[in-house]
């Protein structure tokens, strides 16, 4: 059947996704608008808006001692590494960093990897022909690429359903090396892998536990180590990924677990073999953040009790922030700094967002293909430097926009019992 869409120039290609398409039927333009945050605020057309769409939980990239730190080995050691680890990209500060990620997580080993998103794209290296990776159907895109880049078969499981990943484990070849894959804490809903029912459930069948610990790791636990931490099966977790662009105020990402996976790796990934290594300011910063982070347990209590507070005023006036996927069925852990609004479709969504954007607040608008269809959120996210006040007129915004939009009938996001929805992240 020829496909009446297709076109004989490669260029010739329609906006991505139906969402986009909608979203740029409106008026509305949310994305790839320019802004400078710092201390919970931000600069966009020139204009001082409440910073409510920042991934920089801990308050950290602007801290003067995090910036400090990277204008020091800017000027030490240049802007660039120019070359990968394995031949001319390797500086002291790249093993005294996996030194201390290793530590902080109680691993054996750690490998310091230029983005956290090539963190994951590593992982291909692990999944072999003939092995078997089971994954949450709402893992992160960067989990989906290092797991199709690798040659293993795919399995996915509903979305944080343990009874679903323990059927596909049954029925998977028991000769098969398996790994299950999760996001700690996933980016999107803010919800938390059930780690306690999933790490059991790998382990009864033989197969590795790999979690991505991107938007947990620093903040939850009684030590700051993660979702792992907070439920009590830390050492449970085979392999962690993360980054050093959430909570610790920089950009690169890591792989933390044994040393022979993580030697393995260091020769086998090509995402790490083929790519320049993390750049010295932000070798730097990331040091200077965790070692802030440690030092400073506050910040992450800070942003947890602010998260609460803000939950909780926002589902009073009616807003659906689907809390109990957040804290899960039998969970009473922490909310964590992720609040998902549902907010309907498209339309709905970027009409929303402009409303809060001309309260002075900015959020972020998300659509498929990082949510379900017709299951786009405003994205909440809340950072230790916000004040009383910044929550206070956040809040304020969704209450002005609620009197002049009455409460829409939002599909609740998609959290499929019976079949795995379209995966997320495409
Ligand atoms: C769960 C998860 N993993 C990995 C990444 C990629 O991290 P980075 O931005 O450091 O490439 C992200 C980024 O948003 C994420 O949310």
């Not at 033989?206 to 180590?225: K, N």
């Not at 730097?284 to 953040?289: Q, T």
């Amino acid at each position: 059947m020829p496909d009446s869409n297709r076109s004989a120039d490669l260029f010739d290609k329609p906006l991505a996704s139906p969402f986009l398409r909608a979203v740029h039927a409106t008026p509305v333009r949310p994305y790839y608008r320019p802004l400078h945050a710092r201390d919970g605020e931000a600069v966009m057309d020139g204009r001082q808006v409440v910073m409510a769409g920042c991934n920089d939980y801990l308050g950290l990239a602007t801290d003067p001692r995090v910036t400090a730190a990277a204008g020091a080995a800017l000027r030490t050691y240049g802007a660039s590494c120019s070359g990968a680890r394995t031949l001319n990209g390797t500086l002291p500060l790249h093993g005294e960093l996996e030194a201390a990620v290793a530590d902080f997580l109680g691993t054996e080993d750690a490998a310091v990897v230029t983005t956290g998103f090539q963190s994951n794209l590593a992982l291909a290296a692990l999944f072999g022909a003939g092995d078997v990776v089971l994954s949450d159907n709402a893992n992160h895109a960067s989990l989906i690429d290092g797991i199709r880049l690798g040659a293993a078969h795919r399995l996915r499981y509903r979305h944080r359903d343990p009874v679903h990943l323990e059927r596909l484990l049954t029925d998977a070849d028991p000769a098969a090396a398996k790994a299950v894959v999760t996001d700690g804490m996933f980016s999107m809903d803010g919800a938390l892998a059930p780690l306690p029912a999933l790490t059991a459930a790998a382990r009864r069948h033989g197969a590795r536990t790999i979690v991505d610990g991107a938007h947990d790791i620093g903040l939850l636990g009684p030590a700051g180590r993660g979702a792992a931490e907070h439920f009590g099966v830390h050492d449970r977790v085979d392999l962690f990924t993360g980054t050093f662009s959430k909570c610790f105020g920089s950009t690169g990402g890591f792989l933390a677990g044994p040393t022979r996976v993580i030697t393995y790796l260091r020769y086998a990934a090509r995402a790490i073999l083929f790519s320049a290594s993390m750049p010295p300011p932000a070798l730097a910063a990331a040091m200077s953040a965790l070692e802030i982070s440690i030092a400073e347990p506050w910040r992450r209590h800070r942003v947890l009790t602010l998260a609460a507070r803000l939950r909780e005023r926002l589902s009073g006036l009616g807003y659906d922030t689907g809390s109990a996927a957040v804290l899960g069925e039998s969970d009473a852990g922490p909310a964590g700094p992720v609040i998902a609004v549902r907010a309907g479709d498209a339309a709905a969504c970027v009409g929303l967002w402009q409303r809060l954007l001309d309260e002075g607040v900015y959020t972020n608008p998300v659509g498929p293909p990082a949510v379900p269809e017709g299951c786009c959120i405003i994205r909440v996210t809340l950072q230790a430097t916000h004040t009383d006040t910044h929550v206070d007129r956040i809040a304020d915004a969704f209450a002005a926009a609620r009197r002049l939009t009455p409460a829409p009938a939002v599909p609740v996001l998609a959290r499929p019992r019976q079949a795995p929805a379209p995966e997320t992240a495409r």
